[in-house]
């Protein structure tokens, strides 16, 4: 595929586990005029997953495979009412179950992301949007990522990066991300903390234009240790790490209570949040913006942005899921595009 130039850019839509309900909001999201008016959506995937899924969904969506890139070729693709597909896939797919966990499922995904990622990198694409993926189907197939973001850091070899969600009000980073809550506090180092720092002051700044980012770090342990009473990570791993990063220029301050922290970022008092683990972050989140959260990988040379949610294995076929995160994602991935690879200049500080 050679780049083209156009004012909306192309983005490459993942299918995610076809198991789950990637492939069906995927069709959904591209019936919508709005997602034609912010992008030109290139859908990566398996043709007949989704030549199953647009006759299941009963809607009049054509597949138009693509495998080029010049002008003539887009002109046909990139139009409302179609489906544009690249199939990177080297076997047909009918035979997988809806619903179900499966290596051969995971390595579709697995598949589909590494191609999407081989075009953005040669600029064929101007960024990336991911269905989601199944991790114990991906673990199946031998891929033992904990899921996208390292995955992803893997194939684009980035030195840092980091998870970023944010939904409403807030943008939140997080030190850690699937783990069991048992191995958070034995994971947490002076080192991570910093990193997440950094990457939150970095995306900040780069993506969203915020000059001077103002970045709360969350404590770990009830009202934040309560000067050690309640456990020593605060004074252990937390402050050295604001000390090390505000060495570095970065405004940021902490740890503060998590079960007040988030209530004073909905009113402006932060630009952005440093969580330390995987549900401290996402449940304030997502009970003020459920459905509507997207997640965006910091650090990488790619622009990608996801979802907010899983694959749905107990509804996926049912045609009821809903793809507003995926929309969501879209948007945001589009509005980021045109400046993000000017962004990539900077290093993270």
């Not at 647009?54 to 138009?64: A, G």
């Amino acid at each position: 595929m050679a780049v083209l130039t156009h004012p909306k850019p192309i983005l490459a839509i993942t299918m995610g586990d076809p198991a789950g309900i990637g492939p069906e909001i995927i069709v959904k999201a591209l019936q919508l005029p709005k997602v034609w008016r912010l992008c030109r959506p290139l859908v990566i995937g398996s043709q007949p997953i989704f030549e199953r899924t647009v006759q299941s969904l009963k809607t009049i969506l054509p597949i138009t495979a693509v495998d080029g890139h010049d002008e003539a070729t887009a002109k046909l693709a990139f139009r409302r009412g179609r489906l544009p597909l690249f199939d990177p896939l080297s076997k047909p797919a009918r035979s997988v179950r809806l619903g179900r966990v499966s290596a051969k499922a995971g390595e579709m995904g697995v598949t589909c992301i590494q191609s999407a990622v081989q075009l953005a990198q040669a600029g064929c694409v101007s960024g990336i949007v991911t269905a989601p993926i199944n991790k114990e189907a991906m673990h199946l197939a031998g891929h033992l990522y904990p899921g996208h973001t390292e995955m992803l850091a893997d194939l684009t070899k980035a030195n840092e990066s980091g998870m970023m969600i944010m939904g409403g009000p807030l943008k939140i980073v997080f030190t850690t991300t699937h783990l069991p809550l048992r191995d958070v506090a034995k994971t947490l180092t002076v080192q991570k903390i910093v990193k997440a720092i950094r990457l939150a002051h970095f995306g900040l700044k780069q993506l969203f234009g915020v000059k001077k980012p103002r970045i709360a770090v969350a404590g770990f342990n009830p009202h934040a240790g309560e000067n050690g009473v309640f456990g020593d990570e605060e004074k252990r791993l937390i402050l050295p790490a604001i000390k090390q990063a505000k060495a570095q220029g970065i405004s940021c301050n902490g740890p503060h209570p998590a079960d007040t922290m988030f209530a004073k970022a909905l009113t402006g008092a932060f630009d952005g949040i440093v969580a330390l683990y995987h549900d401290q972050g996402l449940i304030p989140l997502k009970t003020v913006a459920f459905g509507h959260c997207v997640n965006i990988t910091v650090g990488l040379p790619i622009l990608r942005t996801s979802v907010d949610h899983g694959t749905a294995f107990d509804i996926a076929g049912k045609g009821i899921a809903d793809p507003t995160s995926l929309v969501d994602a879209i948007e945001m991935a589009a509005r980021l595009a045109p400046n993000f690879s000017s962004s990539l200049k900077t290093r993270i500080p």
